[in-house]
């Protein structure tokens, strides 16, 4: 883990607008589906593979919600852990296009497209990202447009 | 559990713009936000009580993922499991404007904005509703839209 000062630590002024980073997930099982479900999110077709088989989506799907969790733990883990996050400011137009089905990998890319310093508070700003998760045959399964309120460097600053 | 076709369960045609559902959160308490946290979002103040004190949010707050699952728990047990659900579509404008600290239970209403029958899919339409998540002083912690596709009762279209 980085703390804030250290070199490594990426700040607001060390993104680009243009810039990709991009991320492999670790895949869920039928099994991780289920008990996801059981906790979170308790629809028929998450939870019953006999039941999803005959259903709109001819088998086993995870929640949207454990969708989300697959395709930013990379993400969180790998990058933000290692940038001067101040918050998450939300999520805008979030869509999931395709089911996420067990073990499927998804590849993620991220694209940074805006930077904005803060007019009231000098010493941040708001990183903005759109970011495509997609399955092994390139078909998008979720799009999402990210904003995250981030420090900047306070020589930058200065 | 309903199954389609059982009279308690809600189709499209039984919302009407203006509807609204009120809810209350189970709360999550500091340990159960660490081991979010561990699994999900290992940013520090989610994390680390100690270093989340001397932090920007001055104690330890959820990761915004698990505030998101807080929020639609009883949402998705108590009214979307009885919903003839086809599946999500995504979020527009999620905010989370307070962050969610440990034990606190929120309350959560929803408000029905749109019933637009699919031109395409005669069985089906989207089911849009706005979201307000709100604590125990009333500030709002959590807004979101979210549209939803749902099957259309089998008379109302026949």
Do not use: C
Not at 87 to 95: S, V, Y
């Amino acid at each position: 883990l980085l703390l804030p000062g250290d070199q490594a630590m990426k700040y607001l002024d060390d993104f680009t607008v243009g810039d990709t980073f991009d991320f492999t997930t670790v895949p869920a099982s039928a099994e991780q589906i289920i008990a996801f479900a059981k906790q979170y999110d308790p629809q028929q077709f998450h939870l019953d593979e006999e039941f999803a088989r005959t259903g709109p989506h001819g088998g086993l799907i995870a929640s949207g919600f454990q969708t989300l969790l697959i395709v930013f733990g990379p993400i969180m883990r790998d990058l933000m852990n290692d940038v001067a996050n101040i918050a998450g400011i939300g999520f805008d137009k979030l869509r999931w296009l395709r089911p996420y089905r067990p073990d499927q990998v998804l590849h993620v890319r991220i694209t940074i497209t805006a930077v904005t310093h803060s007019r009231s508070k000098p010493d941040r700003g708001i990183l903005a990202y759109t970011l495509e998760a997609r399955d092994s045959d390139d078909n998008l399964v979720m799009t999402v447009d990210v904003p995250v309120m981030v420090q900047r460097r306070q020589d930058a600053v200065a």
